[in-house]
């Protein structure tokens, strides 16, 4: 069985100030984690490094928002793989919806930038889910399929190589109503499909993990880990502040 993951994603919300108090309290606050549960946070990039310096310490992973595909050269304002692996970064977060709507990102992208992650060592996590028009016409399974196999076709892993999925209903995130653990155990359950449609099965096995994210809080949690296809979360607003965050992990550290 994998080992259950919490990640949290603090997208655009905390300068270095605020990064540096969170991170301090989550360390003091999260000292008896166990083997069985991985937390992951995703600060933005300007503190990256600070939190890199920071959680030295503790038992906390570091990742970023996004990544960009190439190596090195003329592109202004991006970040290369080799960059986020140079301050500390072990995680990725890759076609996140809201860099899909606001910046026009795509499952072409999202490719290009998971094999680079993969090549520099980073742990990438695809962020997949339908838009509220999409579900309405019916289309939830087929664009979920898609964004998938879109994204990974193509890219040959490692026995070791590990990738994270994140099903994010575009419609639910930031909302504060989770759908319901079972829905997203259905769509879990069709990523899984999907990925045994692409790699051998003891490949999707092993190297994957499949989450849930949006409007996940301490309330939820719980019955979300506890679906068999559901290997952990990814939290947003409810990450955010250090009470909320201790009280996600009190619930379900640990559950299976
Ligand atoms: P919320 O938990 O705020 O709904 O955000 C979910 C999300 O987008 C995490 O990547």
Redesign the pocket.
Known sequence: MPKMIFIA?W?MNLGLKETVILIKQLLGGLKKIKNNLEIVICPSFTVLSEASKLLKKGNIKLGSQDVFWEEKGAYTGNISPKMLKEIGCEYV?IG???RRQYLGETDEMAHQKIKAAIKEGLIPIL?VGETFEERQEGQKDYIIIKQVTKALEGISLSRGQKIII?Y?PVW????GQAVKPEEAEYTNQIIKQSLIDLYPRDIVEQNFRIIY?????SSVIKSFVERSVIDGV??????LKTKDFIKMINKIHPVK
Do not use: Q, R
């Open positions: 994603n997208k977060i996140h919806s809201e962020c994140a994010e639910v995130i930031g909302s994210g949006g409007s996940v809080d990814l939290v947003g607003g409810a990450s």
